[in-house]
């Protein structure tokens, strides 16, 4: 039976249903499917490879900022997370704990890690001694569990893959400068590889991370209005160093508590990639992430079709050399239609067409997803005209996204207005805060948004507080959020 019959034409539209859009694609598409396990997806190869090719960008970009890797337990004493009463309390109610191995009851319960700050501490008290020890910058790339009650795909799952950096240093100034820097980091990845725009900034103090001093946070704006937490940097302060007891000798031989830091990322990205970019064909993938960037359609009739699969596989190898991550398609079953449909559902970013009359005139056919633009271009230049392609595409994408931002951001003066507002329009609001925690809890339980963050670079400064109307202490972003 042509394989023709039945292809995926049932993607609900953006505008009717959002979150089973959003279901719709990654399944369709083969990114993930639902384990037996509550809240858990099994990454399938499309999926992961997305993220394998995100940990490839991040990775060289940490090892060029001075750290390396390792690798720290999944299993973490009770007694650590005693130690730093705020970071307990904070994620307590997301702990899974072990309680029996081997049949027997174990005399210390073990959390499976939510993140591994307690762990890094007990092992930087052993090994740091000196300044000259410091700083000591170690990323790890792992696992964790945090028990959610609701979840999404990739977005908010039980178990998450991500990388998280600790770093110890000799003072604030230099933790703080980490801090900073890491969130550069991001922001570099995000935008210039993901084709996602941030916004950066400093999260409020009910919004920063258990333990932390300050959080940082980079924030980005899905298609349905919705804000996506696309990665954090906390400077720590001392408080780990002092709960798990991390010295060091300085220059005048005294002993002083290291400032550290911690920063990271997790397969959150991949949802969110999907959310500012998918449209009601399906998904749309950043070029220097997709797992395929171009995929290689040989078309016309039987007669011609080893002619036109010859050059096709001599071109492939071209492309290839290149670096270019290529695919030929040359099944005789489906149709060109078929294929042409099923790879830009799956969001591959160009499409090259290649017949004996494109062999004929030495040229084939490029075709953008993103556009859907058709090009002919000389088979002289392929690799080059392809090369070209992906680098529109990724700034096409990232400009798209920065529209659909700025037309989805206002600016609102009062609470009422806000509520007003959020009836008529979705996106980001930028309000004025006086800096209360119950003014801000009070915006939360009547809209529905929090605080994303507090920008570096606000399109413009609040003086009044959107609830008191007392003089603003900060301008703030709010939004509701995934």
């Given at each position: 039976?042509s394989?023709?019959?039945?292809?995926v034409?049932?993607?609900?539209p953006?505008?009717?249903?959002?979150?089973?859009?959003y279901i719709?694609?990654?399944?369709?598409?083969?990114?993930m499917?639902?384990?037996?396990v509550?809240?858990?997806?099994?990454?399938?190869?499309?999926?992961?490879?997305?993220?394998e090719?995100?940990q490839?960008?991040l990775?060289?970009?940490f090892?060029?900022?001075?750290?390396?890797?390792?690798?720290?337990?999944l299993?973490?004493?009770?007694s650590?997370?005693?130690?730093?009463?705020e970071h307990?309390?904070?994620?307590?109610p997301?702990?899974?704990?072990?309680?029996e191995?081997?049949g027997?009851?174990?005399?210390e319960?073990?959390?499976?890690?939510?993140t591994s700050?307690?762990m890094?501490?007990h092992?930087y008290?052993?090994?740091?001694?000196?300044y000259?020890?410091l700083p000591?910058l170690?990323n790890?790339?792992?696992?964790?569990?945090?028990?959610?009650?609701?979840?999404?795909?990739?977005?908010?799952?039980?178990?998450?893959?991500?990388?998280e950096g600790?770093?110890?240093?000799?003072d604030?100034?230099?933790?703080?400068?980490?801090?900073?820097?890491?969130?550069?980091?991001?922001?570099d990845?995000?935008?210039?590889?993901l084709?996602i725009?941030?916004?950066?900034?400093q999260?409020t103090?009910?919004?920063?991370?258990a333990?932390a001093?300050?959080?940082?946070s980079?924030?980005?704006?899905?298609?349905d209005?919705?804000?996506?937490?696309?990665g954090?940097?906390?400077?720590l302060g001392?408080?780990?160093?002092?709960?798990?007891?991390?010295?060091?000798?300085?220059?005048?031989?005294?002993q002083?508590f290291?400032?550290?830091?911690?920063?990271?990322?997790?397969?959150r990205?991949?949802g969110?990639?999907?959310m500012?970019h998918?449209?009601?064909?399906g998904?749309?993938?950043?070029?220097k992430?997709?797992?395929?960037?171009?995929i290689?359609?040989?078309?016309?009739p039987p007669k011609t079709?080893?002619?036109?699969i010859?050059?096709t596989?001599e071109?492939?190898a071209?492309?290839?050399?290149?670096g270019?991550?290529?695919?030929?398609d040359?099944?005789?079953?489906v149709?060109?239609?078929?294929?042409?449909?099923?790879?830009?559902?799956?969001?591959i970013?160009?499409?090259?067409e290649?017949?004996?009359?494109?062999?004929?005139?030495?040229?084939?056919?490029l075709?953008s997803?993103?556009?859907?633009?058709?090009?002919?271009?000389a088979l002289?230049?392929?690799?080059?005209?392809v090369?070209?392609?992906?680098?529109?595409?990724?700034?096409?994408?990232?400009?798209?996204?920065?529209?659909?931002?700025e037309?989805?951001?206002?600016s609102?003066?009062?609470?009422?207005e806000?509520?007003?507002?959020?009836?008529e329009?979705r996106?980001?609001?930028?309000?004025?805060w006086c800096?209360s925690?119950a003014?801000e809890?009070?915006?939360?339980?009547?809209?529905?948004?929090?605080?994303?963050n507090?920008?570096?670079?606000?399109a413009?400064?609040k003086?009044?507080?959107?609830?008191c109307g007392?003089e603003?202490?900060?301008?703030?972003?709010?939004?509701?959020?995934?």
């Amino acid at each position: 039976m042509s394989k023709d019959k039945g292809f995926v034409t049932e993607i609900t539209p953006q505008s009717e249903d959002f979150s089973r859009w959003y279901i719709d694609v990654i399944k369709k598409a083969e990114l993930m499917d639902y384990s037996p396990v509550r809240g858990c997806i099994v990454f399938r190869p499309d999926g992961y490879e997305l993220w394998e090719n995100m940990q490839k960008e991040l990775d060289q970009r940490f090892k060029d900022t001075g750290h390396r890797n390792a690798y720290f337990p999944l299993f973490i004493p009770e007694s650590f997370f005693q130690k730093e009463k705020e970071h307990v309390e904070g994620f307590n109610p997301e702990l899974p704990w072990v309680t029996e191995a081997a049949g027997e009851k174990l005399e210390e319960r073990l959390a499976i890690r939510p993140t591994s700050e307690t762990m890094f501490g007990h092992m930087y008290a052993k090994w740091i001694n000196s300044y000259r020890d410091l700083p000591l910058l170690i990323n790890q790339w792992a696992n964790v569990v945090r028990w959610e009650k609701r979840t999404l795909p990739f977005l908010r799952t039980s178990e998450f893959l991500w990388q998280e950096g600790h770093t110890a240093h000799e003072d604030e100034e230099d933790a703080r400068k980490e801090t900073m820097q890491m969130l550069e980091v991001y922001t570099d990845f995000v935008q210039n590889v993901l084709a996602i725009p941030v916004i950066k900034g400093q999260k409020t103090p009910s919004e920063r991370f258990a333990g932390a001093v300050d959080t940082y946070s980079i924030e980005a704006m899905m298609k349905d209005g919705r804000a996506v937490q696309a990665g954090t940097s906390h400077y720590l302060g001392t408080k780990f160093a002092v709960a798990f007891d991390i010295k060091y000798l300085d220059r005048e031989n005294t002993q002083q508590f290291c400032h550290t830091t911690s920063w990271g990322v997790s397969t959150r990205l991949i949802g969110a990639l999907i959310m500012v970019h998918g449209d009601d064909r399906g998904l749309v993938l950043p070029p220097k992430v997709a797992a395929t960037q171009v995929i290689m359609i040989p078309i016309g009739p039987p007669k011609t079709r080893d002619v036109v699969i010859a050059k096709t596989d001599e071109l492939y190898a071209q492309l290839k050399a290149a670096g270019i991550r290529v695919r030929v398609d040359d099944r005789s079953d489906v149709s060109p239609g078929w294929k042409f449909n099923e790879y830009e559902m799956r969001g591959i970013p160009i499409r090259l067409e290649l017949g004996p009359r494109d062999l004929e005139n030495g040229q084939c056919v490029l075709v953008s997803r993103v556009s859907g633009e058709k090009k002919s271009v000389a088979l002289d230049n392929l690799v080059a005209e392809v090369q070209s392609l992906l680098a529109q595409i990724h700034d096409d994408m990232f400009e798209r996204a920065l529209s659909f931002r700025e037309e989805n951001f206002f600016s609102v003066e009062t609470l009422d207005e806000y509520k007003t507002a959020m009836e008529e329009k979705r996106g980001f609001a930028l309000a004025g805060w006086c800096g209360s925690e119950a003014c801000e809890k009070q915006v939360k339980e009547e809209t529905g948004a929090t605080s994303r963050n507090i920008p570096f670079e606000p399109a413009e400064t609040k003086s009044k507080c959107l609830v008191c109307g007392d003089e603003s202490q900060h301008t703030v972003v709010f939004a509701r959020a995934y």
